[in-house]
Every structure is written in C-alpha cells, then in structure tokens.
C-alpha cells in the first residue's frame, strides 16, 4: 500500500453528503450536443465562441527553468526544465498517483486465428492488485500473420469493452459501466463503432484494446469500483486535493498495460503509439508524459486539459471541466483554484505536448469541434516546436492554421477533419501515414 503525504485540506469536504452526489451526477450527464450549440451554457456557465473574445495572455515558458535559467542543451531539459513541468502537471492538474506493483497477468488466449487468418490474436487479464477477482482489465491484441518479426502496435484506450471495440464474433461479450453506475453487458450500454483493426494489420502494424471503464468507471463515485479506491487510506472516501484523478487512473492502467506489452518478443515494444479520443485523448497525452517508453501518441480532441489552451478561455474551460456539477472527478482538487483564473496557472497545454517531446505526436480534431478549440490545440502546437527543434525534432513549421483536410505530418502533427468532435473513418488513413512514416519506413 502507497502511502501519500496529506493536505489539510481535503477537496471533497464540501461534497460528501449523498444529495450531492445525486445533483452531481444528473448534472455530469449535460449532453454534447448542448454544448455544441452555439447559444447554450454548459453548467449555467457562459461558453465563448467568439474569437474576439478570446483574452489577451501570455503562456509559461518552457525553456526557462524555475529559477530563470536558460535550457540550451538536450541535457538541461530532460535533467531539469522537464522535471520541472512534469511535477507541476502531477500536483496542479492530473495528480500524484502510486507506483504500480508488480506485473500480473493471464494470458488467457494466445495466437488466435482473427479476420480471416489475417491476424493473430492474444487476449491478457491484467490484475492491478494482489486480489485477483478486483480491479482487473482485458488487454486485447492484433498483429498480422504475415510480418517477419516484431512489429510496430496502436494501443487504443476506448469507451467499450473489447467485444464492442472491435467486429470480432470470436470475441466474449464484455461489461460495461452505464453513467447511472450500473455494471451490464456490453450490448446494453452506449454503443460506439468498432475501430478498423484491419486496415492497420494491412499496413504491418498491431492494434490493442483496452477499456477504460475497467481501470476506474467515469463517474463521481466510480473510484469505489476502480484502482483510486484502492490505494485510499483507512477512513478516506476520496484522494487528497494533490491526488489523482481519473484521468491519472487511466493513464497508470496504460503504463500497466506497457509492462505487459514489453514482455512480448512480437511486438516492437519501442514503437508502441497510444491513441484516445476526448477525455481519451487528455489520457493519453498524460500516459505519454509520464511514461516516456511509449514511443508516439495521437490524441484525438483532447480539448481543455489535453492539447487546448486554457488562457485562450474559448469552448469549454477550466471552469466548465472541473465544475462540481460536471467532471471534477478527472482531475486532481488543485486544478479547481484556476478555474476564474487560468492565467494564475503555473502551467498551460504547450508544457504538457512538450513531454511528450522528441517523440512523435499527432493532434486530430475536427473543424466545427468548437468545444474542444481546435485553434487552440494549433497555437498549443506552435507554441511547443522549441522542445522539439532543441531535442533534435521537427515542429509543425508553420504558424498559420491549416484548413481542414490538410495534415501536417512532421515529428510533431496536426490533423482537422471537416467535421466535429471525435474521429472519422478517414482519420485512420492519417493515422497510419504518421505511424508508418515513423515507425516504418523511417
């Protein structure tokens, strides 16, 4: 058992009455659709859409240290400024968070026959504590048949159970958590479409499933059924203000599942590329950041508390993601003080793309994806090519934004859909020309 050091004061001491968990949750359900409309408040709060309301600011530095010294070497960033930033993101906004235990896991399917023997097909039961009949989360694996040698893998963190993400009828059908809390088969909650694992495995690289409702359900009270429960103090109902979030539940459980994909000789463990839409998509920037054996990530509309800016305080903002009424739950307490004032935040999306840096990164966002500011995922990109340029890396090369359909594919992209918020079909052609052009044929 990890133990954290205590604040005095404690987050959620404000909401622990059973009302409020009610009011809360019917409240966290607010629909997108609303939110897209362009005329509507999200959580009684005003959403800018404006460009002309955009605020005048002035982002953090990334290549000067704490104590005002100039980073000019590979070495002072990743022995000093990257500490730095990477600390401020562990307390600020995503939270501190245990080490993992030891490796557990059953491989309970090896070297199945998948998509017309076009792909074999593993199945792993990762068990995150000693208790194997706890908090446990099937890893599901494609690579094809036809490749030589270990090869490159897209490990996706998705909103359906394995059986959902993926038209496999070989597959046992999954449970899932509905947002009422309730656990039920797979086939009876949200219904999103199976990713196309086939056109990966026709271009030479491995996709991995996993569900994110396994590592912790997403709602205010999931922790009790997930990993952040686990790890809680005697006489503790929730973490402490400093403590993780969900958004750091998920992203721990995708370090978990790298401990496992590291101990399989047909995967190329070094070109393993995560990838996550939405919430997701801020899960798998922070997954990036803190385990730096993922070698690329694509975050599709990670929006506030992924790729956007906060201090641009356009769509949805600090005040809107961390509002009691909504997603508080995903982050640490600390991330609430910012909420009037994004500009007192000792960080902003630019410092989290940079740890992720020299590392292949790809943002995709869709162009009437207001919500998520797709300009300001751009300006977040922009504003990060420094990083890149100093470790070695290209940068997007460009400062004016690219219309839709129009990728730029460099060690840092950036990628718009015509269309709104998550990923197309089509966006999976950009996907793997970034996967193959790192990956493959560099």
Known sequence: MVTFKKSNFHFMSFFHRKAFWAFAYL???????????????????????????????????????????????????????????LSLFKTEQFGL????????????????SAFNNKASRTQVRLFFTEDTTKIKADLLIYLPKKSKGPVPLLLKIGFSPNSNAVDDPELKEGMMWTREGERVPASQGRAFKPFDVEKFLDNGIGVATIYYGDIEPDYPTGLKHGIRGHYLEEGE????????????????????????L??????????????????????????????QRFGMVIASCSGEGGAAISRRQYGETIHHMVHPNRYFYQFSGRRAKYSFDPNSSPIDSHMLLSLIAPRPLL?????????SDPKGEFDAAVAVEPVYELLGAEGLQTKTWPAAEKPILKDLGYYMHAGGHGSLPSDNDVFIDFLKMHFINK
């Open 27 to 85: 409240m966290s359900i607010t629909s997108f659709a609303n939110a897209q409309d362009l005329n509507k408040k999200v959580a009684g709060i005003t959403i800018n859409y404006d460009e002309n309301n955009v605020p005048d600011y002035q982002l953090p530095e990334l290549l000067i240290s704490e104590n005002g010294d100039k980073i000019t070497s590979r070495e002072e960033w990743f022995n000093k400024r990257r500490p730095e930033i």
């Open 97 to 112: 968070f245990p080490e993992k235990p030891k490796l557990n896991f059953n491989v309970f399917e090896n070297d199945g």
């Open 237 to 260: 109902d929730y973490p402490a203000p400093n403590e993780w979030g969900t958004i750091s539940a998920w992203s721990w459980g995708l370090s978990y599942a790298m401990d496992y």
């Open 262 to 291: 590291v101990t399989n000789n047909h995967i190329d463990s070094k070109k393993v590329a995560l990838y996550g839409i939405s919430r997701l998509g801020k899960t798998v920037l922070w997954a990036g950041a803190i385990d």
């Open 363 to 371: 943002l995709q966002t869709g162009d009437t994806d207001y919500w």
